[in-house]
């Protein structure tokens, strides 16, 4: 005699026959299709978290990804049915079953879309992509009181979204750095990005030409802050010393802040970190 209290949804893992629907995943039908998940991928938590997250703020996007199984095997969608049942929302998904097992050895092998991919459909060109696609992390983490020398990493959708309200002022540094010479490069793009955008938040006309003289080096006199930043880079340059992040923004920072108050350097030994852990506060 059939049960007919148990959901017939909760089968869909077990058929052979191939098929597709649309379903109201409940975190209960999560829970019964997670019990499919025998062979997978590593759990990433970050990613679960963050779908979370996503679901508990009601800003989950439906991109159309199914969950996908072969009979009897959970081949795809661990990272949204374990974020469903910890957040405890009902979301619609697509879901394919009757696979062969066979098929998820050739899943997720794609690259996946970078912030550089997310610029380029935004129509950014090829040189402002990548440099944005590098820099933005630290732009948000900027807004958020997060060291701009850190390396936390923010999700597409953080990324579109920080561009799109920040456009003007983004769109701005990337063209006053696109008609700077290219070579030499005394400083990376993305970092000069940084700099820009954040140092032409205080003051734009003096960051606009803080950076020509970072790269071009014209009519320096012998006690601009920026003429011993721009020395201290070529020579690293030419040395191929390395540099970390840390030490770049530092002292860019520490050159912005001297040339803002006016302060003359003598020479270039007041912008090294030395003993410093955190970065300078921007004036």
């Not at 703020?57 to 439906?62: P, V």
């Not at 949204?80 to 899943?107: C, K, S």
């Not at 950014?124 to 990493?153: M, N, Y």
């Given at each position: ?41 590593h759990v990433t938590q970050h990613k679960v978290q963050q779908f979370q997250l996503d679901m508990e703020r009601g800003t ?224």
């Amino acid at each position: 005699m059939q049960n007919h209290d148990v959901n017939p949804l909760l089968d869909l893992p077990t058929r052979h026959a191939r098929g597709i629907e649309w379903v109201r995943v409940t975190p209960a039908i999560a829970h019964h299709w997670l019990a499919f998940n025998t062979t997978n991928r590593h759990v990433t938590q970050h990613k679960v978290q963050q779908f979370q997250l996503d679901m508990e703020r009601g800003t989950w996007l439906n991109d159309g990804a199914p969950i996908r199984f072969a009979p009897n095997k959970l081949l795809d969608g661990q990272h949204r049915l374990m974020a469903m049942l910890q957040a405890g929302t009902t979301l619609p998904m697509v879901v394919i079953y009757g696979l062969d097992e066979q098929m998820q050895v050739n899943m997720d092998t794609g690259r996946g879309r970078s912030p550089v991919d997310v610029f380029t459909i935004e129509g950014l060109d090829r040189w402002q992509a990548t440099v944005l696609g590098t820099a933005i992390h630290a732009l948000i983490s900027a807004s958020r009181d997060v060291p701009i020398s850190s390396t936390v990493r923010y999700v597409n959708r953080e990324v579109r979204d920080f561009y799109l309200e920040h456009i003007a002022a983004i769109q701005r540094t990337l063209r006053v750095l696109h008609d700077l010479p290219r070579k030499p490069t005394p400083l990376p793009w993305a970092r000069a990005a940084v700099g820009h955008y954040l140092f032409a938040k205080k003051d734009h006309e003096l960051a606009d030409g803080f950076f020509r003289g970072v790269y071009e080096g014209y009519q320096l006199g012998p006690t601009q802050p920026v003429l011993h930043l721009r020395n201290r880079l070529l020579n690293d340059a030419i040395t191929k010393t390395r540099r970390s992040v840390f030490d770049d923004y530092f002292c860019l920072i520490r050159a912005w802040n001297a040339t803002r108050r006016g302060t003359p350097w003598r020479s270039g030994h007041a912008m090294y970190p030395g003993t410093d852990t955190n970065l300078p506060e921007i004036v």
